[in-house]
């Protein structure tokens, strides 16, 4: 049996050109998603740190106090995602 193909689509391969123009497509949404989630740390440990404040002088039920830690640990679990930068000490000469 023999099959006979014809018109077949070739798309060559990426110059690096557009390779390159990729790239920098990729790294300026790479940065904006950067300062998303920045900015919804930013706001969620903001309200999480008001229910701290709002709840000092409140006896929470133990179900609450459980959910609240559970929520500071999913946070956390978040934030261990991507680990702060180690800023190394300057040398003292």
Excluded: H
């Excluded at 070739?10 to 690096?16: V, Y």
């Amino acid at each position: 049996m023999i099959i006979l193909i014809e018109n077949v689509l070739f798309n060559p391969p990426p110059s690096q050109e557009e390779i390159a123009m990729k790239l920098n497509e990729l790294s300026a949404v790479v940065t904006a998603l950067v300062g998303q989630v920045e900015k919804v740390k930013t706001e969620v440990l903001a309200r999480i740190d008001e229910l701290d404040q709002a709840l000092l002088d409140v006896t929470l039920p133990a179900e609450a106090e459980t959910a609240l830690e559970a929520l500071r640990a999913g946070i956390q679990g978040l934030d261990d995602l991507n680990p702060d930068a180690v800023v190394e000490p300057e040398p003292v000469a």
